[in-house]
């Protein structure tokens, strides 16, 4: 990568290592330590880098590929290449997946007051731009 961003794989974790790669990689460009352009490792060299298996890898850039963040180019491999092409099939994931939230924040007696701080304070973590590359 250009710019070195640190992924850490909890190898105990519930959740599955080549999701919590896709969600690292991310949450790096969210945070800007991954930039639009930026090449990432190769899938043996990170799958090396890591200690996992090359398929895992590649289904973890796979699945970046297929959700607009990255373009796979056999001669300039995975590079980071956000589309916004696909914002409104995102609109609606997020929706979707937003009402379990919300509902379980209702059970849990949490106030709209109270999920919106959330929010608004996980767009400042994530800078001024709230992430816009």
């Given amino acids: 990568m250009n710019s070195k961003i640190i992924i850490s794989i909890d190898f105990n974790s519930d959740e599955a290592i080549y999701m919590q790669l896709r969600n690292q990689i991310i949450m790096g460009i969210a945070q ?11 899938v043996r060299q990170l799958a090396d880098e890591l200690g996992v298996n090359m398929h895992t890898v590649n289904k973890a850039y796979a699945m970046l590929r297929n959700d607009g963040y990255l373009t796979l180019d056999r001669r300039k491999g995975a590079v980071v290449c956000v589309s ?6 995102h609109l609606e994931t997020i929706n979707i997946e937003m009402r379990m939230m919300v509902a379980e924040a209702i059970c849990k007696d949490i106030s709209l007051a109270e999920m919106h701080q959330i929010i608004t304070d ?9 992430g816009k590359l």
């Fill in 32 to 42: 800007e330590q991954i930039r639009n352009g930026d090449s990432l490792p190769s």
């Fill in 84 to 89: 916004v092409d696909t914002k409104p099939r």
């Fill in 122 to 130: 996980m767009y400042k973590e994530f800078g001024e731009n709230g």
